[in-house]
């Protein structure tokens, strides 16, 4: 009998080892890029709903119903986990009279979205050793008046002291070199160098970056950003692919909505401040890249952002308590990033109908609502 019973617990043993070893291999994943083993959470870990938090389902509902209040049509990327939590969602059309729904990857103009990624290469270039937060202006463009007195530090955070409306050129600008010079024979240089907002400062940027590097702003951009960040939906506004969507622009005019003019000489004349379209998947990569050290370091981050203290800095608007927006508005788009400096939650808004302070205002609601949400 005592030998059956033992008998009996070897099996047991045994068998119970099988099924580990079987079970095992399952339970891991090797990734593509990288040697390391990843071990996958038992479905029975998975992160459970916190007390006055909204759940993913109603966070989302709310989300939609905001949107929805506001009349917005656009596309809209949300996470608040990172990029383990991105989610896309599309209201309204990309093209009213053919009902053509707005979609995840279509690509809309960044607008003043842009000052952050010409603000992300001159820091690259800083780190480089090519450029220095305190070289001057008139290394590179000296007739410009007091070109001597203004560093890359004041164009970055627009007190430089030039001033410039947005002038609409006669016609398509057709070419860098001649996108740069219309900003020089337009702005005004003032000495002034209280915070006054201009795109003529990130256009100069551009210059520079031409001027540093021997190369073109684009082949810059597509060098140091686009291709380290697999951005594939980001184009120049005279180069998007015919197989890509880019929206016509809207005004909501007594409950219907209006086509709005796009002008291409404006964007044009908009060279580092306006120039580019980009879809908000694309976005969300560059703005996590930057803030997580993936393109400039964390070090270089610190440097663009001064610190993240309570200004404007490198393209962003820096809030304090780790939160940071950006807004930009042309030709009837409005585009929005309101998020965190942990690169947790985001908010990437682009739409083609709407009215630029209100949907100022609903970017943050919705980043309100992510906050007090389950982790997606």
């Known amino acids: ?125 800083i780190n480089q050793g090519k450029l220095k937060m305190t070289t001057p202006l008139s290394l590179y463009f000296r007739r410009i008046p007091y070109a001597k007195n203004i560093t890359i530090r004041d164009l970055l955070d627009h007190r430089s002291g030039l001033r410039m409306g947005e002038p609409v050129p006669a ?8 996108e740069i010079n219309y900003t020089v024979n337009h702005l005004r240089s003032t000495n002034n160098h209280a915070f006054a907002y201009s795109n003529a400062n990130f256009t100069m940027l551009a210059g520079v970056i031409r001027k540093a590097t021997g190369k073109s702003y684009m082949e810059n951009v597509q060098t140091m950003i686009l291709k380290p960040l697999g951005m594939h939906h980001t184009y120049n506004y005279n180069q998007i692919p015919i197989n890509i969507i880019d929206p016509n622009s809207y005004q909501l005019t007594k409950g219907y909505s209006q086509s709005a003019v796009i002008s291409k000489s404006l964007q044009s004349s908009e060279l580092g401040a306006g120039s580019l379209y980009s879809s908000v998947g694309d976005y969300y990569k560059f703005i996590n890249g930057l803030f997580t050290g993936k393109l400039v370091g964390r070090a270089g981050f610190n440097e663009l952002s001064a610190d993240q203290k309570i200004s404007y800095a490198g393209g962003i608007y820096y809030l304090g308590h780790g939160n940071v927006r950006i807004g930009g508005s042309d030709n009837s788009f409005q585009t929005y990033f309101m998020g965190t400096t942990d690169a947790k939650i985001g908010v990437v808004l682009f739409d083609n109908q709407g009215v630029f302070n209100g949907d100022n205002s609903v970017g943050f609601a919705i980043q309100a609502i992510l906050a007090k949400s389950d982790p997606f």
Do not use: C
């Open 171 to 178: 016609s398509i600008l057709p070419n860098e070199a001649a």
């Open 1 to 125: 009998m005592i030998t059956v019973i033992t008998g009996l617990l070897v099996m047991i043993g045994l068998s119970s080892w099988a099924v580990k070893r079987t079970l095992a291999p399952k339970m891991i994943q090797r990734t593509s890029d990288s040697v390391a083993i990843v071990v996958k959470k038992p479905a029975t870990l998975k992160s459970q709903h916190r007390a006055g938090n909204y759940t993913k389902a109603q966070a989302l509902a709310k989300i939609d119903t905001v949107m929805k209040n506001a009349h917005i049509m656009g596309t809209l990327l949300v996470t608040n986990n990172g990029t383990a939590g991105v989610m896309t969602r599309s209201y309204g059309y990309a093209d009213v009279a053919s009902a053509k729904k707005n979609s995840a990857d279509e690509v809309y103009p960044l607008a003043s979205l842009q000052k952050a990624i010409t603000g992300t290469v001159i820091q690259g270039l």
